[in-house]
């Protein structure tokens, strides 16, 4: 069976595609002639509309999906490539099956797909946290954008001021009421039909920082549904939002248990193309 809570108002179908596992449409609508679809404990036969915070039960049996490729792994660490599309709980939940001593240090927005990397130790859990809260990683993304970016390389400083009850920030030019600054950079890779493909460098590390960031620059991530220019997504048929976290490299203080890793980084590929 899958279970899970709708996040907004949408068609059954939907939410269950957007799942993970994904149920596909097919799927859910043979689940609905037999009767196999429960919503807030009430069989459903037609493919309704939920309500953010409805709880969905299918009774199906998904196809085995690993939600991650891992990528390194020793005593202390292991470093994986989140797929699009899991949300980091999921893949924390998957990943103790495999490593039932794994630690959550950091998390990837659902529909950003790329590194991810989990303590297996105390001591390599307080090295990471510590890292990430110093910013002594160098982490980098890749992002499909709207338009042309005004110059090949920069870096932006703005202001970030979280909204917990909507689950989005905002993004102002000068310092308000708490807000905290970031810092995004980027690098143009390439341009083609009115896309920009950029390696962006975070520098602060704060919630949906790299799609606020670049939305308020007037160049959205492509696919983004929360920031994003919706007209576009739709015209250019991108359902989540194109970006990747491709690389990180480690740094810790001599003398850390972790010291061995310093200046190692791991890569992945970006899983779009422009």
Do not use: W
Not at 15 to 41: C, D, I, S, T
Not at 51 to 72: M, N, Q
Not at 94 to 114: C, M, Q, V, W
Not at 117 to 123: G, P, Q, R, S
Request: glycine content about 6%.
């Amino acid at each position: 069976m899958i279970a899970f809570t709708a996040a907004k108002n949408q068609k059954l179908s939907r939410a269950a595609a957007a799942n993970f596992p994904p149920v596909p449409y097919g799927a859910v609508m043979r689940l609905l002639r037999e009767k196999a679809v429960k919503v807030n404990g009430v069989r459903v036969k037609e493919d309704v509309t939920l309500s953010a915070g409805d709880a969905v039960e299918l009774f199906y049996d998904p196809p085995e999906i690993k939600p991650y490729g891992t990528i390194y792994a020793d005593d202390n660490v292991v470093v994986i490539d989140k797929k699009r599309g899991c949300s980091s709980e999921n893949v924390y939940d998957s990943l103790k099956t495999e490593y039932p001593a794994a630690k959550f240090i950091h998390r990837l927005d659902t529909n950003t797909s790329g590194l991810m990397i989990f303590a297996l130790t105390e001591v390599a859990e307080k090295e990471l946290l510590s890292g990430f809260k110093n910013r002594a990683f160098d982490k980098k993304y890749i992002a499909a954008v709207k338009g042309v970016m005004p110059k090949k390389s920069e870096v932006l400083t703005a202001y970030l001021v979280k909204d917990p009850v909507k689950s989005q920030v905002k993004i102002y030019p000068s310092p308000v009421k708490n807000s905290v600054m970031i810092k995004t950079g980027y690098t143009t890779l390439k341009t083609e039909k009115g896309v920009s493909l950029i390696e962006v460098t975070l520098f602060t590390g704060k919630t949906h920082q790299i799609r606020a960031h670049l939305a308020y620059t007037g160049h959205p991530v492509v696919g983004d549904g929360k920031y994003g220019d919706n007209a576009f997504n739709r015209a250019h048929g991108a359902k989540k939002q194109l970006l990747t976290a491709v690389s990180i490299k480690l740094r810790f203080d001599k003398n850390s248990a972790l010291e061995y890793l310093n200046d190692k980084t791991f890569r992945t590929e970006a899983d779009f193309k422009v």
